[in-house]
């Protein structure tokens, strides 16, 4: 070759890149059926018939005696330049083309589906040789034939010299089109393809669990898709033909109706903006209602109750750190089942199993993109942020069925994979469309737990009146034997009587002590984490003072600095320790004469390192209020409120953030304000149930301890509704105290309207 010639050469790939391509795009035989059903929606048929034969049946092409797979439709078909100039040549751009031209609908008014022109390697993941018979507008019917007999091997080199001889280049394969003037198959326009010489061994099982698959491919299942205006199309089926018999669905219930009977749904949309909105239904209890809230606006979702922090953690902040969605508007609908407590459902037992067998489905322009929906694909990871949080945070996946609705319009940069497997994550945009399904689904399973704890309410009402009546019925027949007189009768139904109530009574105490180690245990995992930061800054300080004292580096002065920083940390404890005291067992039993103001101030102390020039105090008295009781029981409800309100104004994230104390000593109130997100409406009543949490990562236990300790001093608490009656927009408790002790001759030193101002 003369020196500094240029010239042109040509890639020439050997044939055997069909097949290479074939298993590295399309992954499984069920894909590549799929992707062929593709082609035939785009081509506009209405009917497509998949068929199985093994040889011994008639078929299509009149051809028998070999087993083969045969996809017939009624399309609108191919002529001879179609089959050169488009399906002879692999990635052809004629439908990308008509996507970046805005020519992408169909005369059905079908979006197109395929872009990337490599459909038809689903063809040689199925078989080595195929025949594809087409007609289109009433015209001549051609036949293309072609053989890949011989392509496939092990080598990983696509061009190599060694082997030319063995290894046929693509522009060797040549394939044959025959032309039939009459239509040898087709009567006007379709499509038959016949795929001969098969990879794969079929079985009827797996012909079954194709025709499952695909028989979702255009799901008619959402009963919300007309009221979220997605068109349902209606007029594309596919049937599946196995050995001359028909393939039919072998559940007796369609999804759509276990779908419509499902005990709570939640449907709407999302714009780019990061506006939601959505109609949320209940069926058990019956609450409905629409809200529209931003999933940027953390004090909103807090106001809501809606925590996504932990969320956006795990999806690397998708949402918390961004203004505008990449992903694009969409909508969704969603459906759940109490499948832990089935007797609650509408839907029987066999209807809540087939509810199992779905996710949630994402579908573009009404076509479903697979595997979303399928059985095992958690692609939220719900199951996995079930197994390293608290479970009850998250639904499981099992537990949801959905539906999402993206567009080649609104979500450009939302393609498919290669392997037509999953989309792609471009930039993160998979991820961040995953962050926010998820956060819809939190905000979902969100209101399901409201309607989950009226369900458990109502029932624990009911479960208290056998006993009731038991008491009652037992009275009753102790009474009716008095009028009698046999002494041994009477004796044993009192016996009966009082070991009922022993029983009674001690179950009592069993729960006051499960309550009361709840209690403990929660004020004494903050204090031990404290003490123990204490005490690792007074083993350095001694650490540092030894080292300078062996070198001979530390005078008068620095010993009596250190010596001041070591009584303050022993005086921390100490007072740590004076508070955690009284909550102990053995001094619960001591009754005397406690200060509710002075109370407020150790508790106080107690969280000073959580208050201290973060959060504003506020404490408002006409007088003090004096109860005889004991006082860990005092100190412990408080420790739980204020732990409480310390949560609530750190997470809605202000500035303003304050804890009001107003005692009414005429009124014998108290009430603890914040200013926080608040209490949710509609949830007032239960908050104090145990278990129920709002909190990410809340036990359920601080509210209901608080609520059981008050029962026991006479006292009562309650969520201000009240205009009147709050002192905050944020959360407001109010406590009644029905014993307390005349003041009106004791000076507590108390000023009228009295404020006293700590922090902040």
Known sequence: ?????????????????????????????????????????????????????SGSQSNSTKNSGEEAIEIIDNGLGMGLNDLKEVWLRPATPNKLDKKINRDNVTKLGRTIQGEKGIGRFAIHKIGR?????????????????????????DEPTLFTDEGSKKHKLLSEIEP????????????????????????????????????????????????????????????????????????????????????????????????????LQFIYNSKNPMRAFSKIIRIFDNKILA????????????????????????????????????????????????????????????????????????????????????????????PSYSDIVG????????????????????????????????????????????EIKIDKIHKELKSTQNTNAPYQSISDAITEFTESLEERTDLKIIESANKLKKSIEEFQKNTILKLRTVEDLAGLGMAVEKSSHDTFMLLSRLNNIINNSLLKIK?????????????????????????????????????????????????????????????????????????????????GLVLQFLINIVDNAIYWVNLKGSKNKRIIFKIDSLEKKLTIADTGPGVKKGIELFIFSEFFSMKAQGRGLGLYIVKEILDRINATIY????????????????????????????NFNVKPETKILNGG
């Open 1 to 53: 070759m003369p020196k500094n010639k240029k010239i042109k050469y040509k890639f020439e790939p050997y044939a055997r890149l069909l097949s290479i391509l074939g298993d590295q795009l399309i992954t499984d035989r069920k894909i590549a059926l799929t992707e062929l059903i593709k082609n035939s929606y785009d081509a506009d048929a209405t009917e497509v018939t998949i068929k199985y034969d």
């Open 129 to 153: 040789k195929v025949s594809v018979y087409t007609r289109k507008d009433e015209g001549s019917e051609f036949c293309l034939e072609v053989s890949f007999e011989g392509l496939d091997d």
């Open 176 to 275: 044959t089109i025959t032309e039939f003037q009459n239509g040898e198959l087709i009567k006007s326009s379709g499509t038959v393809i016949r795929i001969t010489d098969l990879r794969e061994k079929w079985a009827k099982d797996d012909f079954r669990s194709v025709f499952e698959s695909i028989e979702k491919l255009i799901p008619a299942e959402d009963p919300k898709a007309e009221e979220l205006k997605q068109e349902i199309i209606s007029d594309f089926n596919v049937k599946m033909i196995w050995e001359g018999e028909l393939i039919t669905k072998e559940s007796q219930y369609s999804l759509k109706e276990i779908l419509m009977d499902s005990d709570y749904e939640m449907y709407g949309t999302i714009d780019n903006e990061g506006k």
């Open 303 to 394: 106001k809501e109750n809606y925590d996504l922090q932990a969320l956006n953690k795990k999806k690397k902040g998708y949402l918390s750190n961004k203004s505008k969605l990449s992903v694009g508007e969409f909508k969704f609908s969603l459906f759940a089942n109490d499948l832990k407590k089935p007797d609650y459902s509408k839907l029987n037992r066999k209807q809540l199993q087939a509810f199992k067998k779905h996710f949630i489905y994402v579908l573009r322009d009404g076509v479903r993109v697979y595997p979303f929906g399928e059985k095992g694909y958690d692609w939220l990871e719900l199951d996995k942020l079930r197994s390293v949080q608290k479970a009850g945070d998250y």
């Open 403 to 446: 539906f999402v609705y993206i567009s080649q319009e609104h979500n450009k940069d939302l393609k498919d994979t290669s392997s037509r497997q999953g989309l792609m994550n471009s930039g993160g945009i998979f991820d961040e469309f995953a962050a926010v399904v998820l956060s819809i689904v939190q905000i979902f399973h969100a």
């Open 551 to 631: 070198s001979d580096r530390m005078d008068f002065s620095e010993t009596e600095t250190m010596l001041k920083e070591v009584q303050e940390i022993i005086k921390i404890v100490y007072e740590q320790l004076q508070i955690i005291q009284p909550l102990f067992k053995f001094q619960r039993r001591e009754i005397k004469e406690v200060s509710l103001l002075q109370s407020i101030k150790k508790i106080l102390k107690y969280f000073d390192s959580e208050i201290q020039n973060k959060i504003k105090i506020e404490i408002t008295a006409d007088d003090d209020i004096m109860l005889r009781t004991n006082l």
């Open 719 to 746: 969520v201000a509704t009240k205009e009147s009656e709050r002192l905050t927009d944020g959360a407001n408790f109010v406590i009644e105290f029905q014993q307390v002790i005349d003041v009106s001759k004791r």
